[in-house]
């Protein structure tokens, strides 16, 4: 059973964790793909709500994103719950932080955050 994150901070906590480890370019990538349903690596993960059909436990609604940290990671299983334009204004953030170091990548994420603003239809 996953423990559902309310306090800002712990949300927070979670999404930098996620940011931290995962390989930017290539979420994005996966992220803007309509036959993806998320990216993860190891014990950090995003998910679509396309994820799950919504007759099954861990559908999360209809146009959102789910975070979920799991063990080793985090001492139990934990999860948030956010809606696409939340979800965005973050890969906006964590973008910006990676072109801090990569300016050359800059074409690049720019042309995926467009595709995945399209495919959220944000």
Do not use: W
Request: charged fraction near 30%; hydrophobic fraction near 35%.
């Amino acid at each position: 059973m996953y423990r559902i994150l309310i306090e800002q901070y712990e949300i927070e906590k979670l999404v930098e964790s996620y940011f931290y480890i995962i390989d930017l370019p290539r979420a994005l990538k996966y992220f803007g793909d309509s036959e993806r349903h998320g990216y993860g690596s190891g014990p950090l993960e995003v998910q679509f709500s396309t994820y799950h059909e919504p007759n099954e436990e861990y559908y999360i609604g209809d146009r959102k994103v789910c975070f979920l940290g799991e063990l080793p990671a985090y001492d139990e299983d934990v999860l948030v719950v956010m809606e696409y334009d939340q979800f965005y204004n973050y890969l906006v953030i964590y973008s910006g932080k990676h072109l801090d170091e990569h300016p050359e990548d800059i074409n690049k994420i720019n042309n995926l955050l467009e595709i995945i603003k399209s495919r959220l239809d944000i």
